[in-house]
T-cell receptor
Framework: DADVTQTPRNRITKTGKRIMLECSQTKGHDRMYWYRQDPGLGLRLIYY???????NKGEISDGYSVSRQAQAKFSLSLESAIPNQTALYFC???????????FGPGTRLTVT | AQKITQTQPGMFVQEKEAVTLDCTYD???????LFWYKQPSSGEMIFLIYQGSYDQQNATEGRYSLNFQKARKSANLVISASQLGDSAMYFC????????????FGKGTRLHILP
C-alpha cells in the first residue's frame, strides 16, 4: 500500500462549488504539505502543518483552507472554486529532519 | 530574482551515458537544504536525493549523486549510466533555514533518454 494517498485522484467541478481534497499518510510523519503544480511554474506551496495544532500558510494560500484532523490526515479545501485553481495538487509528508519528502500520487482538479 | 534556476528546459541523452542536470540557487541564509525530485509521465513526484548546506560530502543515492558547489551556489544532479526509465521531468528545490514556508521549486528539466 502507498505511504501517502490522496482522494479523489481526479475531479471536475464548477465555479463556485466547495471542494475538499483529502490526504492520508502511514509514515508516521508530523510534517504535512499541500502543493499545486501548474505547467511551466513547477510546484508551489499552499499550506503546511507541523502537527495537528500547527498550521501555516505557504506561498499561495489565498482561496484555500486546510484542516489537520489527525497526525495522518491533512485536507485541503477550496471554499468557492474558480477556474484558475485548475491544477495538479500534491500532498507530501516529511520527517522531523526535513531531509526527505514523500509525495502522494496527486489530484488533478479541473474547475469549469 | 529566481531562487532556483534550472536552465535546461529539455535534454536528450543516449542510453548508458551519464547525465548532468543543472541547478543554481540563491539564498543569503547559511542554513539550507537542496532536493531533487523525479516526475515521470505518470505524474507522481519521487524524491531522489537531499544535500544539506553543512554536509561535508556530496550526497549520493545509487546512480544519483549531487555535485554540490557551495561557492558557486550550484547543486547539479548527476545520473550515472542512464536508463530508458530515467526519462522524466526533474525538479530541483531548496528549503531555506529550517523553514518549511520557504520551500521553493525550480521549473524543471525534461530529460529524454534515447535508445
Amino acid at each position: 500500500d502507498a505511504d501517502v494517498t490522496q482522494t479523489p485522484r481526479n475531479r471536475i467541478t464548477k465555479t463556485g462549488k466547495r471542494i475538499m481534497l483529502e490526504c492520508s499518510q502511514t509514515k508516521g510523519h508530523d510534517r504535512m504539505y499541500w502543493y499545486r503544480q501548474d505547467p511551466g511554474l513547477g510546484l508551489r506551496l499552499i499550506y503546511y502543518s507541523f502537527d495537528v495544532k500547527d498550521i501555516n500558510k505557504g506561498e499561495i494560500s489565498d482561496g484555500y483552507s486546510v484542516s489537520r484532523q489527525a497526525q495522518a490526515k491533512f485536507s485541503l479545501s477550496l471554499e468557492s472554486a474558480i477556474p484558475n485553481q485548475t491544477a495538479l495538487y500534491f500532498c507530501a509528508t516529511s520527517g522531523d529532519r526535513g531531509d526527505e519528502q514523500y509525495f502522494g500520487p496527486g489530484t488533478r482538479l479541473t474547475v469549469t | 530574482a529566481q531562487k532556483i534556476t534550472q536552465t535546461q528546459p529539455g535534454m536528450f541523452v543516449q542510453e548508458k551515458e551519464a547525465v548532468t542536470l543543472d541547478c543554481t540557487y540563491d539564498t543569503s541564509d547559511p542554513s539550507y537544504g537542496l532536493f531533487w525530485y523525479k516526475q515521470p509521465s505518470s505524474g507522481e513526484m519521487i524524491f531522489l536525493i537531499y544535500q544539506g548546506s553543512y554536509d561535508q560530502q556530496n550526497a549520493t543515492e545509487g546512480r544519483y549523486s549531487l555535485n554540490f558547489q557551495k561557492a558557486r551556489k550550484s547543486a547539479n544532479l548527476v545520473i550515472s549510466a542512464s536508463q530508458l526509465g530515467d526519462s522524466a521531468m526533474y525538479f530541483c528545490a531548496m528549503r531555506e533555514g529550517n523553514r518549511d514556508d520557504k520551500i521553493i521549486f525550480g521549473k524543471g528539466t525534461r530529460l529524454h533518454i534515447l535508445p
